[in-house]
């Protein structure tokens, strides 16, 4: 069965500190590795990582996958209020035109 | 920038009727799809939906749903006779090539009593 495990499940910081969100997974036909922030509905796209090793970065977030290892991390940086969220690790599979399997998702939650 | 769209955001329904959730995908997108969210519980696949039929469905996805694109610009899912544990958010998803993230939709809360 495709798995896909997220750590921790919940995290509370101070504004200013450095987070990193782990992300483990074990599937068949693995095609990318998806990383989405939900705030209060829709899940709003960070990421995708198809290449081992290549980091990918946006401004204060940034997040690299290692195929050997089959995990991805998403560091955010200098966090503010407005990065508390949950947010969702997927794995895109190569049938289903991509079809994600989800993990459980990581609440962060950023104090001031 | 563009959205997906979906109608109602929330719906209260009997048991075992039937069910209509909306969305407009983004115009240029190819792909299509529905998940679901049990409160507390993982994001789930549906359906995916490309060049006008069904890509993959999961085993969720019985003979009580079925999808439709019926006029090259709405994509809905029908749930024919809804049970208590069909409850659940249900979000839409669009992307223009499968090299790229989807978009989602804001979900549409079903909750069915």
């Known amino acids: 069965e495709d798995k896909v495990v997220q750590s921790p499940l919940s995290l509370v910081v101070h504004e200013g500190d450095t987070v990193t969100l782990n992300c483990s997974y074990e599937?068949?036909?693995?095609?990318?590795l998806l990383w989405y922030k939900q705030e209060k509905k829709a899940p709003t796209f960070l990421f995708m990582l198809?290449?081992?090793?290549i980091e990918k970065k946006s401004g204060r977030l940034s997040s690299i996958l290692d195929k050997k290892e089959l995990f991805s991390i998403l560091n955010i940086t200098a966090t503010q209020t407005g990065d508390s969220a949950i947010y969702l690790c997927?794995?895109?599979?190569?049938?289903?035109?991509?079809?994600?399997?989800f993990g459980q998702g990581t609440r962060l939650t950023i104090n001031p | 920038e563009p959205e997906v769209t979906q109608t109602p955001s929330h719906q209260v329904t009997q048991m075992g009727q039937e069910v209509i959730l909306r969305c407009v995908p983004i115009?240029?997108?190819?792909?299509f799809y529905w998940y679901r969210q049990i409160l507390g519980q993982k994001v789930e696949f549906l359906v995916s939906?490309?060049?006008?039929?069904?890509?993959?469905k999961s085993e969720i996805f019985d003979d009580q749903f079925s999808v439709e694109r019926p006029d090259g610009s709405n994509f809905t899912l029908k749930i024919r006779s809804t049970k208590l544990e069909d409850s659940a958010m249900y979000f839409c998803?669009?992307?223009?090539?499968?090299?790229?993230?989807?978009?989602f939709g804001s979900g549409t809360r079903l909750t069915v009593v």
């Open positions: 939906f490309y060049n006008n039929e069904i890509s993959e």
């Open positions: 115009s240029n997108h190819l792909y």
């Open positions: 599937v068949t036909n693995f095609r990318s």
């Open positions: 198809t290449s081992s090793g």
């Open positions: 997927a794995v895109g599979l190569i049938q289903g035109a991509q079809k994600l399997v």
């Open positions: 998803a669009s992307t223009h090539s499968i090299n790229y993230g989807y978009t």
